[in-house]
């Protein structure tokens, strides 16, 4: 009996890990509010298909989101929430202690995580292009990118040339 009571407990915990990471979303770092036209890119690698050559007209430093999601975090605060709600109670009670052990570690596992993480720092670069279209790219920032500067937009992405 006691096995079988482990086996659903490890069960549910894990059960509950999955389900709290199928409710997070991802964000969205090339997405764009500047005044230029937006224009996106498939992502094809090795490929030159969709390059575009420019000049950067503007730089600014935006505030990315924090990177969200179930990370290290909810998982250890499930997995030490089960282990302690697992320490209390007997019979049926043993098990809904765990459960709730690993739902309320989740929680305050990742809202732990969340405070403790930095937003990313992106760079918003406008770029006339040569055949005379604005674009507007959001990326991690590349430090010796000046306005004025030429550069290769492909994927999402401006690198100097």
Known sequence: MMTRTRSVSVAIVAAT??????????????ASTSSYPSTSYPTTSGSNVNAQYGVVQSIERVQGEARSGVGAGAIAGAVIGGVLGNQVGGGSGKTAATV???????????????RNQRPDDLMRIGVRLYNGANVSVTQEPVPDLRVGDRVLVQNGTAVRY
């Open 17 to 30: 890990a999955l389900v709290l990471g199928a409710c997070s979303t991802q964000p969205n770092p090339t």
């Open 100 to 114: 709730l052990g690993a739902a309320g570690g989740a929680y305050a596992g990742n809202e732990i995580q969340k």
